[in-house]
């Protein structure tokens, strides 16, 4: 077990460069545990967002003067810090969206809908995906008559990754898989599926939600054809999201929407498509987003990702520890914390996740409790909800002794 | 500062441990299944009617501690009451749990859900099988609160 000094982090000082970490809530200090959903946000990428309405707002691409220059310089710079971020070969494989939702919904529109899907093919998924990597596909398989296959999972949480032995076969179009689970944290080998996709000529999609903001991710060592995150979960505004592509997968592919920026040429009734990615953005772009995003990168860069991740390790490690001493505390996912994000699902004895989270919420304590927008991953785990705490780099081991603390209460409410 | 007494009161954990008339009702005349699909939530209530007074009213299902003692004392609060005495009351239990009721002691037991309206997101779980008990006497069969 980690003890609480020996974290790598100076976590008091990245704390100090997050606004909200310093408010109470009813009353108490906030003990912000819900990151998975959304993070929170450090002063610069406050005011980059500031900064761009204050100094230079302007739309990107057109504007013929010096403000649009600026506009189109932050924008297209952030695109090249994301591009690097993620190892994109270049960054003409970012198109920016609004969330990881868009960008998943544009690629089963482009590539399944629009593309080269026909009746008869399949789609290999998984039980444990977001509802913004099933509903997607749902669309594909009532539009095309695709069929739809989910590899299972172990009891404690980990893909069967022999349900791929069987599932992936030359009718396979489509493998899709989240990196890391949003409700058991589980981290899955992508890189492995990717491969296995492609023996069989089949693309992989990987959400990348849960991951890209809390550890390296190399799209070309996963070698997978696209993937998608969300900027609210890593720091950055809302309201922006990347679609990464390889640029032949983005370049054969169809825009989900049209209208200004994504075209090149429009007549009366025809319209030619922009280079790809800009074929993607159609509409202004959210400018503000994507230069905040660009700016929570660079604050990710500074921390270092290998970091990010070893706190998280930790963390989850030490959380575990803490809250297995919590008479009743179920927790989901596997137990080895390498092998999961710093995510924790749990129930605690037959006291319902919505009233954890009321009584955790008079303790100044933010979870998550719900289906977690993953249903068909709950009716695996055979459970109507759970509870969630998910941890980011301002997280520390005080706060988990809180949560520990905080579910000892509940009991005592409960007893 | 909200506080978690208020909320959690005695006689809604009693209630939420020890639920009235959690069975299933039959025959039933009507009956409607209430879900709240952000918490998986759900109750069915059942209901025996006598002409438009509710002779009998049980429910089932699983829901957080709010949503199962609210239920139960829905049943307790409804028995032998008519139709429009207990859309009525509905009404009135709604006020209640959204912090709008002038005078909460006159809702009898009902008024230890008071503490719910320091609580907005927790209305719904208050609420559910009142909204469910509303589809059953209207004859709805289900209800969704998104």
Redesign the interface.
């Known amino acids: 077990m980690v003890s609480k000094t020996k974290l790598l982090m100076n976590v008091e000082k990245i704390r100090a460069d997050f606004p909200i970490l310093s408010r109470t809530v009813r009353g108490k200090p906030l003990v912000y545990l819900d990151s998975a959903a959304t993070s929170q946000k450090p002063q610069a990428v406050i005011d980059s967002v500031s900064d761009f309405y204050s100094r230079y707002n302007a739309n990107v691409h057109r504007a013929i003067y010096e403000l649009g220059e600026e506009a189109t310089r932050a924008y297209e710079g952030a695109r090249e810090k994301i591009a690097q971020f993620i190892h994109a070969r270049s960054p003409n494989e970012v198109a920016f969206t609004k969330s990881t939702t868009e960008s998943i919904n544009t690629i089963a529109y482009g590539w399944g809908i629009k593309g080269k899907l026909r009746e008869g093919d399949e789609i290999v998924s998984t039980v444990m995906e977001h509802h913004s990597n099933h509903v997607p596909w749902f669309f594909v398989q009532d539009a095309k008559g695709v069929k739809m296959k989910w590899v299972g999972m172990s009891d404690d949480g980990a893909l069967k990754m022999e349900d791929y032995d069987t599932m992936i076969t030359k009718r396979t179009k489509v493998v899709t898989v989240t990196q890391c689970s949003n409700v058991l944290g589980t981290i899955n080998p992508v890189q492995e599926i990717a491969k296995r996709a492609h023996e069989v000529g089949a693309i992989c999609v990987v959400d990348a939600a849960q991951s890209v903001p809390h550890m390296p991710v190399d799209v070309q060592k996963i070698d997978c054809d696209f993937l998608a995150f969300s900027g609210h979960k890593m720091l950055g505004p809302t309201g922006i999201g990347v679609l990464y592509g390889k640029e032949e997968r983005l370049q054969e592919m169809e825009p989900l929407m049209g209208g200004g920026e994504m075209i090149r040429e429009v007549h009366l009734g025809i319209a030619k498509w922009n280079d790809v990615p800009f074929k993607f953005e159609g509409g202004t772009p959210n400018m503000a987003g994507a230069i905040g995003l660009g700016v929570a990168v660079d604050y990710l860069n500074k921390i270092g990702m290998d970091n990010v991740r070893q706190h998280e390790v930790e963390l989850t490690e030490y959380a575990l520890d803490a809250l297995s001493d919590v008479k009743g505390f179920h927790g989901f996912g596997l137990k080895d914390a390498s092998r999961r994000g710093g995510v924790i699902s749990f129930t605690l004895g037959d006291v319902h996740p919505h009233d954890i989270a009321s009584i955790l919420d008079v303790e100044g304590i933010a979870i998550r409790s719900g289906h977690h927008c993953a249903q068909p991953l709950m009716e695996r785990l055979n459970v109507p909800a759970t509870a969630r705490a998910s941890f980011y780099v301002y997280n520390t081991p005080e706060e988990a002794d809180r949560l520990a603390a905080g579910l000892r209460k509940v009991l005592d409410v409960f007893a | 500062?909200?506080?978690?007494k208020a909320?959690?009161q005695e006689q809604i954990?009693d209630h939420s441990k020890n639920p009235r008339n959690f069975h299933k009702l039959e025959p039933a005349d009507r009956t409607a299944l209430g879900r709240n699909?952000?918490?998986?939530?759900q109750f069915t209530v059942y209901l025996r009617m006598e002409g438009d007074r509710i002779a009998d009213v049980a429910f089932e299902g699983?829901?957080?501690?709010?949503s199962k003692s609210s239920a139960s004392m829905m049943t307790q609060a409804v028995k032998g009451k008519t139709e429009d005495e207990a859309e009525h009351l509905f009404d009135r239990f709604h006020d209640l749990v959204m912090g709008k009721e002038a005078d909460p002691d006159s809702l009898g037991k009902l008024a230890v859900f008071q503490g719910v309206s320091e609580?907005p997101i927790?209305v719904k779980?208050a609420s559910l099988s009142w909204h469910t008990l509303k589809a059953a006497l209207e004859s709805k069969g289900s209800i969704s609160m998104e």
Do not use: K, S, V
């Not at chain 2, 699909?37 to 939530?41: I, M, N, V």
């Open positions: 500062m909200a506080d978690l909320l959690y954990l699909p952000l918490c998986g939530d699983q829901g957080c501690a709010i609580f927790r779980c």
